[in-house]
């Protein structure tokens, strides 16, 4: 007879409503059932509960107007014609590969610009000096020389054949 | 969004998935099945909430209109009707929010339609006089019922409704709120004993 009026437990009374929306598993189930079975409170709050839960069917469940669909459809028409250009998907995509594009533009556009700029710059008299290194080294032998054609005769002379033999690729600046 | 593959996904066997995979393709017809087959649904939920018709069309166009215009990035990664009603309930959320400022404003309006709420107590039988359900006038009962309703919290509210008129899963209603299936859980089973305790003081049980 206690058993039959013993007060609930907080973890048996939160089970009772998912008793009744079927999301028990098996042994929740069976212990709700069992519960059911032998104790007088737990029956009277199940149907409460249960009795609560039907009288929610009385809540007015309002149809939308006929032309809801077609009413919504033309307000996105419209809201779409009203975006800001700036503001609609294919424009922003747009300016998205529109500035991808400018950007390896100019990244081209400067590397070009700046290969012709060194180019038409002239030398520096350093560069100048360092082009010309290989003669410069020589510059002073090449002025006491004074000619070419008394360089290109002495090639040609005896003497200077005699001298290569005895020290081949000596002296050959002197 | 992250994107699913595609023969892993389990939410691409639900039509309504494939219905908003094809308003994402620029199928205009899909969309408006999409919206005809929740129209009603989505009205009702939110005019339960605000109780005024009015005002529940004009969200359930704004949440239509927000499924539209999210169609470019849509990636299917709920239940079509998890992610509708997920949107639904932010609206629900922030309009309940303003217009909780301006309630002030609002008292004394007046009844408006079918759905106003009617100043507590009017229309109620004494406590001293419980009465069976089936006994009571149906305006009454309903305004019983509505007050058993606003005695809920927000998000009891909102679980209530998805639970009775959308028959929706724990597991479901977990997604849509955001919440886990414990979570849900333990909040109905709190709204319900609330609403239980409420419609007890006028309806005998």
């Not at chain 2, 008292?107 to 079918?114: A, K, R």
């Given at each position: 007879m206690v058993d039959k009026l013993i007060r609930l437990t907080a973890d048996q009374r939160s089970n009772f409503v998912a008793y009744l929306d079927g999301e028990l598993n098996e042994e929740e189930t069976r212990g709700i059932e069992q519960l059911l079975a032998s104790n007088e409170v737990a029956r009277h709050d199940m149907e409460s509960l249960a009795t609560a839960w039907e009288l929610?069917?009385?809540l007015p469940r309002p149809n939308a107007p006929k032309d809801f669909a077609e009413k919504t459809i033309a307000t996105l028409k419209m809201e779409e014609q009203q975006t800001p250009l700036q503001e609609q998907a294919w424009f922003q995509k747009a300016t998205q590969i529109g500035g991808l594009v400018a950007g390896v533009a100019v990244v081209l556009f400067c590397g070009v610009a700046g290969f012709l700029v060194a180019r038409s710059v002239p030398p520096s008299r350093a560069d100048v000096m360092l082009q010309e290194y290989p003669l410069l080294e020589h510059f002073d032998s090449y002025r006491e020389i004074n000619s070419a054609d008394f360089l290109t005769r002495l090639q040609k002379s005896e003497e200077w054949t005699k001298r290569q033999s005895k020290n081949p690729g000596g002296a050959k600046h002197e | 969004m992250v994107a699913t593959p595609t023969n892993t996904?389990?939410?691409?066997?639900d039509p309504d998935v494939q219905l908003m995979l094809r308003v994402k393709q620029g199928d205009e017809e899909a969309f408006a099945e999409l919206v005809e087959h929740y129209q009603d649904r989505v009205i009702s939920i939110f005019a339960n909430i605000l109780g005024d018709q009015e005002a529940a069309e004009d969200l359930a166009q704004e949440t239509f209109m927000r499924i539209y215009r999210a169609r470019n990035g849509y990636e299917p990664q709920a239940k079509f009707s998890t992610w509708l009603f997920r949107i639904a309930n932010n609206l629900a959320s922030n309009t309940k929010r303003s217009k909780g400022r301006r309630k002030e404003v609002q008292?004394?309006?007046?009844?408006?339609?079918?759905l106003s709420t009617r100043p507590p107590e009017k229309n109620l039988p004494e406590k001293s006089g419980l009465m069976p359900a089936r006994m009571l006038d149906k305006a009454e009962l309903l305004s019983i019922v509505r007050q058993a309703m606003e005695s809920l919290n927000e998000r009891q509210h909102i679980a209530v409704l998805l639970n009775k008129?959308?028959?929706?899963s724990y597991a479901d209603i977990a997604e849509t709120l955001e919440l886990s299936p414990s979570a849900v859980k333990s909040l109905l089973s709190r709204a319900r004993e609330n609403m239980k305790e409420h419609l007890e003081k006028y309806v005998k049980m």
């Open positions: 929610l069917d009385d | 996904n389990p939410y691409l066997s008292f004394g309006s007046g009844e408006t339609g079918p008129f959308e028959e929706m």
